[in-house]
């Protein structure tokens, strides 16, 4: 028996009639308690997809659809938080802090700090060496975010030579390992 039915028949049971154990009654409420089951079930993911706390699929790719830009990250927890911070941009979320909360939130590996220069801050991707795969997508969200009466210049760095000699103490050894020019200039641990 699904388990609403075992529920409807402990409920029904102390009126008499039902508990006889007819045929008839047990099959009656059998299919009741299935069709119960199965709205239960259909309730349970609507609740889960409505929340974006507990979304897993359909609810937020929904969520994503009202939105100009889609977050960078593919993981459900990650979308979650990217949707969570693209939803709290406001009137007041244009401090550097709130900025840099934004698109941390939003899954990107960037930081905003101001330059000194009125008008202009710049990106940089602290974690990343080199220009980050994605760059351009990156950018169209970061532009989206930042408030538009801002220059955005944005900073990259590579790897430097006593970073490279630390890592192959000779040429024998760089030449062994044979990357390419954009690999070495990545190339940090």
């Given at each position: 028996?699904?388990t ?22 047990l099959g009656?409420?059998k ?7 199965g709205?239960e ?6 609740e ?8 897993e699929?359909w609810?937020l790719?929904?969520l ?7 977050p960078?990250t593919e993981?459900?927890?990650g979308k979650?938080?990217?949707?969570a ?13 709130a900025?840099?909360r ?20 710049e990106?940089c991707f602290?974690?990343?060496?080199g220009?980050?795969?994605g760059?351009?997508q ?5 532009e989206?975010?930042?408030p ?6 944005y ?6 030579w006593?970073?490279?000699?630390a ?8 030449e ?6 954009e690999?070495l ?5």
């Open positions: 028996m699904t609403a039915a075992q529920a409807l028949w402990d409920l029904l049971r102390p009126l008499g009639p039902y508990g006889s154990g007819g045929k008839f009654t009656e409420l299919s009741e308690g299935a069709a119960l089951d709205a079930g259909g309730l349970t993911e609507l889960r997809e409505a929340f974006l706390d507990t979304a699929s609810g790719e929904r994503e659809s009202l939105l100009t830009r889609r960078v993981t459900p927890q979650r938080l990217a949707l911070a693209l939803l709290r941009i406001n009137g007041d979320s244009f401090t550097l802090e900025l840099n934004n698109l941390r939130g939003c899954g990107l590996n960037a930081l905003v700090s101001e330059t000194g220069e009125t008008g202009v801050v990106v602290p974690d990343v060496a220009i980050p795969d760059f351009e990156l950018k169209k969200i970061i989206d975010i930042l538009a009466h801002l220059e955005i210049s900073k990259f760095w590579y790897a430097t006593a970073q490279i000699e890592r192959f103490p000779t040429w024998g050894d760089l062994a390992a044979g990357p390419t020019w690999e200039e990545k190339l940090v641990k």
